[in-house]
């Protein structure tokens, strides 16, 4: 059987148990047409070890990909596709994950305080926006690429509800914290300064 067509049987079982599958599906079809049209049985594992690699230095993205294609070929082997698994025995040693890092109170502040140097006469609202952007990252915890897909009408600043859409987990709604209250008010502060 083609290796794209084992692809695409795989991730249509992944979606119909509920997952959205979408970075997985990217990676999947990307490993396929690096190996080129073959079948699932005739890839190398020496061009599997390549994929995995990459052109940089080793990360967690090798643990990633290593992990889609293993799936992958979980589903090959027990449907029949395949009788062996290309991927390599032995795991190198990654580095270790990154270690979040959190502002402390102070360095918020000297962050927001610098956010007028953004200044630019074609968007004068741009240091309000960054301003608004620091404090709602800082506050709810989002991940940046929620925060900048949402409109004002994920925002109900009455009941104190922001709706986070299209994110890493579904549709959730974020209840706002006194914290992020107090942000609120410092916000329309700053904006009746300006």
Not at 17 to 31: C, N, T
Request: aromatic share 10%.
């Amino acid at each position: 059987m083609e290796l794209i067509d084992v692809v695409t049987a795989y991730v249509a079982m992944q979606r119909s148990l509920g997952l959205r599958f979408e970075a997985a599906d990217r990676l999947l079809r990307q490993f396929a047409h690096q190996m080129g049209n073959v079948g699932i049985a005739d890839v190398r594992p020496d061009a599997v070890v390549e994929f995995l690699q990459g052109t940089g230095p080793l990360t967690a993205t090798w643990r990633l990909k290593y992990n889609v294609l293993a799936g992958l070929y979980r589903f090959a082997i027990s449907r029949g596709c395949s009788e062996t698994c290309p991927l390599p025995a032995n795991v190198p040693k990654l580095p270790p994950p990154q270690t979040p890092y959190v502002y402390s109170t102070g360095e918020l502040h000297r962050l927001i305080d610098a956010t007028p140097l953004l200044y630019n006469y074609r968007s004068p609202q741009q240091a309000s926006m960054y301003r608004t952007l620091i404090l709602l990252l800082y506050g709810s915890g989002l991940r940046i690429g929620e925060a900048l897909r949402l409109t004002i009408l994920d925002a109900d600043l009455i009941d104190r509800v922001i709706t986070v859409r299209d994110t890493k987990f579904f549709n959730y709604a974020a209840s706002l914290t006194m914290f992020d209250l107090d942000v609120t008010n410092a916000n329309s502060r700053a904006m009746n300064e300006t």
